[in-house]
């Protein structure tokens, strides 16, 4: 069964880091992303990377903070986030692309696979 399965997340203080990482099983991507949602807000793009060349994107709010990752040999990518904000916290998704297409790597609905979510919350 093709999913997506996460791991990390938690609770830090913020200043701290995290690492997240998301594997995809019975398939390989062409591309994989990060997104997170904070209750009652919509599901923002927070980082992608494609593993076949290792192009990578990060939204605004992250840029020179989290640094996203792969191990295309195991269809994996990582996010490491440091000097985490209590922005920063929110329900936090791995996506994944199969296909090719236009590059519409910040849009939620391109994805075909999702992971289930972890949880990061980051304390003023």
């Known amino acids: 069964q093709a999913q997506l399965v996460e791991s990390g997340g938690g609770s830090v203080q913020a200043g701290g880091s995290l690492t997240l990482a998301c594997g995809a099983s019975?398939?390989?991507?062409?591309?994989m992303g990060w997104f997170r949602q904070a209750p009652g807000q919509e599901r923002e793009f927070v980082s992608a990377?494609?593993?076949?060349?290792?192009?990578?994107y990060y939204a605004d709010s992250v840029q020179g903070r989290f640094t996203i990752s792969k191990d295309s040999s195991k269809n994996a990518m990582y996010l490491q986030m440091n000097n985490l904000k209590p922005d920063d916290t929110g329900v936090y998704y791995c996506?994944?692309?199969?296909?090719?297409?236009?590059?519409?790597?910040?849009?939620?609905?391109?994805?075909?696979?999702w992971g289930q979510g972890t949880q990061v919350t980051v304390a003023p």
């Open positions: 996506a994944a692309r199969v296909a090719l297409g236009s590059n519409r790597y910040s849009t939620p609905d391109w994805y075909n696979y």
């Open positions: 019975s398939f390989s991507p062409s591309i």
């Open positions: 990377i494609w593993l076949i060349d290792g192009d990578r």
